[in-house]
């Protein structure tokens, strides 16, 4: 199993605990620890495991000094898809998914500035697109 496929396995659990759809949160996480067990790499098998661990979260309400603004802006990060499609694709979901942290924040009161800070994430992960670190870029052919 590849990490990204285990993502989708989260975010459906994590949404689908959050509507209510699902109601069986430890199911919901020995389902997840199966599909983790199944990565290959050791720094995502653990990696994995957080967000199990952080699955918890999804069945609690906000906090309660938590806006409404906060919460819709958090719960469109978990959802959103930046994993899927070719890198133009990423970019503009990326780019779209700034745009509308903004908007939120606009319309916030006092933490706007903590929802406008939820985009710094965004940003990052742009710039592993557009400007891939060394180690992830493929190894040069043998004899090359």
Known sequence: MDY????????????????????????AQ???????????????????????GELEDA??????????????????????DFKTGAKEERLA???????????IADRAGKDSEKIRGLSRGLETSENMLTDPMP???PPPPAGA
Do not use: C
């Open 4 to 27: 990204e496929q285990f993502e989708r396995e989260y975010v459906a659990a994590w949404e689908g605990l959050q509507a209510g759809r699902l109601t069986d949160l430890a199911a």
């Open 30 to 52: 020995t389902r997840l620890s199966e599909s983790a067990a199944k990565l290959e790499r050791e720094i995502e098998r653990r990696s994995a495991e957080r967000l199990i």
């Open 59 to 80: 069945v609690q309400p906000p906090p309660p000094d938590q806006s409404p603004e906060m919460t819709e802006a958090l719960r469109m990060l978990m959802t959103a």
């Open 93 to 103: 979901a990326l780019a779209a998914a700034r745009r509308q942290i903004w908007a």
């Open 135 to 137: 180690w992830d870029e």
